[in-house]
């Protein structure tokens, strides 16, 4: 059985920063693209970032070009998301999920019908 466990939401002031973790049980993960996305109250889920499976290539929507770093360690079996420059406007629940439809690649843009094995996520708010 597949398991995405995220973890690292909180609630942080603008500016600040947070470190999301997804650790991946019953698949491959080494074998897996892997995407970042996040959906606010009100609104669609939305990719924001998705890494190759060796980790040689990121990609990322402009909303966090800049500011989010993705990575991840296939030892681990686990995802990163390191936020800086934190803005009340990505206050959402994360998910992290497997690139199903690209494999080892990530298709871009993001679509959520290209990923499943969705976890259960974790909050992440910004307070102005």
């Known amino acids: 059985q597949v398991q995405m466990m995220e973890s690292g939401g909180g609630l942080v002031q603008a500016g600040g920063s947070l470190r999301l973790s997804c650790t991946a049980s019953g698949l491959g993960f080494v074998d897996y693209a892997m995407g970042w996305f996040r959906q606010a109250p009100g609104k669609e889920r939305e990719g924001i970032s998705c890494i190759t499976r060796t980790g040689d290539s990121t990609y990322y929507v402009d909303s966090v070009t800049g500011r989010f770093t993705v990575s991840r360690d296939n030892t681990k079996n686990t995802l990163y998301l390191q936020m800086n420059k934190l803005k009340p406007e990505d206050t959402a629940m994360y998910y992290c999920?497997?690139?199903?439809?690209?494999?080892?690649?990530?298709?871009?843009?993001?679509?959520?019908?290209?990923?499943?094995?969705w976890g259960q996520g974790t909050q992440v708010t910004i307070s102005s």
């Open positions: 999920a497997v690139a199903l439809t690209g494999g080892q690649w990530c298709t871009w843009p993001l679509k959520t019908a290209d990923f499943g094995n």
